[in-house]
């Protein structure tokens, strides 16, 4: 407000006195009573109800998601412990599953070992057989070969040592048994 | 088979030597080239050789028994050298002999001895021969060192051994069997 108007309504009011200057004069107050009433009756008539059913509607619109963000929560809650309940299940079965496979891989090998030991006994058992029936078979075989060379020389010596009149006694022997048959 | 053939091959070699006439000689001869042809090893390996060629090997006949044997016995050996039968001429030369003895109705006796026989031997022998087996035998004798001494004679599939070689493998059994 710009000062020189301040002190021109100074100056104006300045023709009456305190008071009157701040009460109204009878018709205006009764018809501002009156007023009054009318916008307090329409206001209260009209505009109140409708403003608190909007708030009413609006709370429980508030209340009701509340109580669905409640239970949201509640579900997720039991969602994530059922989750949790579900990984510790997993958990548990992943490592039984591991431990059985090193329980398995275990028993697998012992046996692989203990087979692998069992067939090599076998291979040593055979070959020892083997070298024997080997030896056996090269002794009988040097036995009946040196047996072949000494009968040979033998023989080789008996024919040298035939002599025509040998041969003949042989022979003599020989028709003379042949006879007898 | 093999005796089917060596069969046909005695009848076939003993009717061309009686149609020549030469039956006895050839027989013979056969007999003594067989046994030559059984020692001689080297003889044998070429007369079978696969690479050498049939007139090479109809040329070391040639060499050997021009002249010696009969001709006909020559051209016999040369067709068994040409068909590669020459391995069968000592199984020929038994056969041969052996149709030829029983085409005088005798049983062929194949005497083995190491060293010759004289007549009388040779007769002594027919008939002890003939005594035992109970039948007519004719006796052609082979030279076989391997009996070393005595004799082997076979008629039929009687076999008398009478030979240092059986007794020899009699001992040889007897040093293998222990």
């Not at chain 2, 050789?49 to 050498?52: M, V």
């Not at chain 2, 060192?145 to 001494?149: L, Y």
């Given at each position: 407000m710009h000062p020189s108007t301040f002190i021109l309504a100074t100056t104006e009011g300045g023709e009456s006195s305190g008071v009157e200057l701040l009460l109204p004069a009878w018709p205006e107050l009764i018809a501002g009573i009156i007023a009054f009433s009318l916008v307090f009756f329409f206001v209260w008539r009209w505009v109140w109800p409708s403003l608190s059913k909007t708030i009413e509607t609006r709370q429980g619109a508030i209340a009701g998601e509340l109580t669905a963000a409640e239970k949201a929560k509640a579900e997720a809650e039991s969602l994530r412990a059922d989750y949790q309940a579900q990984l510790a299940n997993a958990r548990a079965e992943a490592s039984r599953i591991v431990e059985e496979a090193r329980k398995s891989a275990e028993q697998i090998r012992a046996d692989i070992i203990a087979k692998a030991e069992v067939e090599a006994e076998q291979i040593r058992a055979r070959a020892r057989e083997e070298a024997a029936g080997e030896k056996a078979r090269a002794l009988a075989e040097a036995k009946s070969q040196v047996g072949d060379i000494a009968i040979e020389l033998a023989s080789k010596i008996v024919g040298e040592a035939l002599d025509e009149e040998k041969h003949k006694a042989l022979i003599d022997r020989y028709l003379a048994d042949l006879e007898k048959i | 088979m093999a005796d089917q053939r060596i069969e046909g091959y005695a009848r076939g070699f003993f009717e061309i030597a009686r149609g020549e006439g030469q039956l006895e000689r050839v027989e013979n001869e056969l007999l003594t080239i067989a046994r030559t042809f059984e020692t001689a090893r080297e003889l044998r390996s070429s007369l079978t050789?696969?690479?050498?060629p049939l007139d090479r090997k109809q040329g070391v006949i040639d060499q050997l028994l021009g002249g010696r044997a009969a001709a006909l016995t020559v051209g016999l050996i040369q067709l068994l050298v040409s068909q590669n039968r020459v391995t069968d001429l000592p199984d020929i030369a038994i056969a041969v002999a052996s149709v030829a003895a029983a085409s005088r109705e005798k049983e062929l006796a194949e005497v083995r001895s190491a060293v010759p026989l004289d007549d009388a031997t040779i007769e002594r022998l027919t008939a002890a021969l003939a005594r035992a087996t109970g039948k007519q035998v004719e006796v052609k004798v082979i030279l076989d060192?391997?009996?070393?001494?005595g004799i082997v004679a076979r008629v039929g599939d009687t076999v008398i051994d009478g030979s240092i070689a059986k007794r020899v493998d009699s001992v040889r059994q007897a040093v293998r069997s222990n």
């Open positions: - | 050789d696969p690479q050498l060192p391997a009996v070393i001494g």
